[in-house]
């Protein structure tokens, strides 16, 4: 059973940045695709920037392209989400979630993962 927990929303002006961290409880097989989320009231969730564990590749929504950067720690067993140039339309709840190795083509749908932490609110204000 793979936990996650994410940390590192919070409040920030258009233009600032912000960093949120899952903590991945172990890898396995069931943590090969680490991938953040988002969503906001009356939407579908939305996939936003992915890794793969094994190499560290990674995949972005074209939203985010440039301003977001996926990375991780595996001696902290910790993956992040770098956030610059924040817009309002960046505001939501972020989720992380784990799951099977899946390929690049289905790596951002919610569809595929069966862990997800918590989730950590980010507010962006113009």
């Known amino acids: 059973q793979v936990q996650l927990v994410e940390s590192g929303g919070g409040s920030v002006q258009a233009g600032g940045s912000l960093r949120l961290s899952c903590a991945v409880s172990?890898?396995?097989?069931?943590?090969?695709?680490i991938v953040w989320f988002r969503q906001t009231p009356g939407k579908e969730r939305e996939g936003v920037a992915g890794?793969?564990?094994?190499?560290?590749?990674?995949y972005y929504v074209d939203s985010v392209k440039g301003r977001f950067t996926i990375y991780q720690d595996k001696g902290n067993n910790t993956v992040y989400l770098q956030m610059n140039s924040l817009k309002p339309e960046d505001t939501a709840i972020y989720y992380c979630?784990?799951?099977?190795?899946?390929?690049?083509?289905?790596?951002?749908?919610?569809?595929?993962?069966?862990?997800w932490g918590q989730g950590t609110q980010v507010t962006v204000s113009s």
């Open positions: 979630a784990a799951g099977t190795w899946v390929p690049p083509d289905r790596l951002l749908s919610p569809n595929e993962y069966g862990y």
């Open positions: 172990e890898y396995t097989q069931s943590s090969r695709c």
């Open positions: 890794i793969y564990v094994v190499g560290g590749l990674a």
